[in-house]
């Protein structure tokens, strides 16, 4: 069996994270009505310490990132024609997913 992604997969990857990031929006929306007004950084920074939101935010950073690549690749892949511009442009994603989730990890390290 092929390792590529292909169209039911890429569906169903496509779904499972978008439900997981509007029950993680919900989530956050809840315990943002939750925290006193106003917020401070301490506010965030003692939420994001405990270690269930900051695996859940963790993970709906992943699931933004694999929601990204799978609705911009199929774009790609039904919209560019020409195979060299493609991989370019695939690259070029790869890069840039990769460059936001390094960036992601780093600032969720610099909280906890």
């Known amino acids: 069996m092929s390792r590529q992604l292909s169209g039911l ?10 439900v997981y990031m509007a029950l993680f929006t919900g989530y956050f929306l809840l315990t943002l ?4 007004a106003p917020l401070h ?4 920074h003692d939420w994001l ?8 935010l963790a993970l709906f950073y992943v699931a933004l990132l694999l929601h990204a ?13 020409n195979a ?6 695939l690259g070029l994603l790869v890069i ?17």
């Open 96 to 112: 840039a997913l990769f460059a936001a989730g390094l960036w992601v990890v780093k600032i969720l390290l610099m909280v906890v």
């Open 84 to 89: 060299a511009l493609r991989a370019a442009l």
């Open 69 to 81: 690549w799978v609705g911009i690749r199929d774009v790609v892949l039904d919209y560019v024609h």
């Open 49 to 56: 310490s405990a270690t269930g939101p900051a695996v859940a």
């Open 33 to 36: 009505a939750t925290l006193p």
């Open 41 to 44: 950084y301490y506010h965030w």
């Open 9 to 18: 997969k890429a569906w169903l990857w496509q779904r499972l994270t978008a």
